[in-house]
């Protein structure tokens, strides 16, 4: 059984023609909203779908404030662990993953590990995009390829599934990174541990309504993360135990 991540802040105007598109694609999928008591009223809304079209497939987890895309996906996976889910889906709530590829990861996931969804493969692609943004996201992931020596070329996306096992192989209370760095550093545990990691190609379009949660703080962190974990690679790869 499938499961998908989607952490919101002030996605109210967005969710509810988003799960109706990702229920068309894969009807029997599971969705866990972990919203940051959203002030647009985004947790109400997930309630209220709840209650009153997706009874059975449809879960809200909230926290009492905004505390970062990384935590949220940590607090999920947590849940998810603690049920049967075998595939498990990273997506974010703004329309910049389209759910038309979701059956692609299905079908990708059940031979690898990890699926990470690409902008920077063949068939991949960014929309409405300015220059900045473009630069920042392919630099960050160039720079995170030659200094942690990952061959993937597309390392900072969010659109990605993991394979129940990778996550149980992670110590997730140990994981650092909260922004940008937060998908950096979650593949490349899974690539230290010697988990089949696969690129497949998404074009990826900037999102619907509202403002974009990138930053410079988070582009610094990721910057100086890559460091920290290049550093702390031998702890990362011990097969036998985590010494962090």
């Known amino acids: 059984m499938e499961l998908i991540i989607i952490p919101t802040y002030n996605e109210c105007n967005n969710l509810e023609r988003l799960l109706s598109m990702i229920y068309k694609e894969t009807p029997d999928i599971h969705v866990l909203i972990v919203d940051d008591n959203s002030p647009d009223g985004t947790g109400e809304l997930v309630k209220t779908l709840i209650q009153k079209r997706y ?125 940008m760095s937060f998908q950096i550093e979650m593949t490349y545990r899974a690539f230290l541990q010697g988990f089949i990691v696969k690129e497949m190609p998404i074009v990826f379009e900037e999102r619907a309504t509202g403002k974009s949660k990138i930053s410079v703080k988070i582009f610094m962190e990721a910057v100086f993360m890559v460091w920290k974990l290049r550093f702390k690679k031998a702890s990362f790869s011990n097969k036998n135990g985590w010494k962090e």
């Open 55 to 179: 009874s059975n497939q449809l879960f809200l987890l909230e926290r009492s404030g905004k505390q970062g895309l990384g935590t949220a996906y940590i607090v999920g996976f947590k849940w998810a662990l603690k049920r049967s889910y075998k595939y498990i889906f990273e997506m974010d709530g703004d329309f910049s993953h389209n759910p038309k590829y979701l059956k692609n990861f299905i079908v990708a996931i059940k031979k690898c590990d990890v699926v990470l969804g690409s902008r920077y493969v063949h068939g991949g692609g960014i929309i409405n995009w300015n220059f900045f943004r473009r630069i920042i996201s392919y630099g960050g992931s160039l720079y995170s390829r030659m200094f942690l020596g990952m061959p993937l070329n597309d390392i900072t996306g969010g659109f990605k599934c993991f394979d129940r096992k990778v996550l149980e192989q992670i110590p997730l209370d140990n994981i650092q990174s909260n922004g």
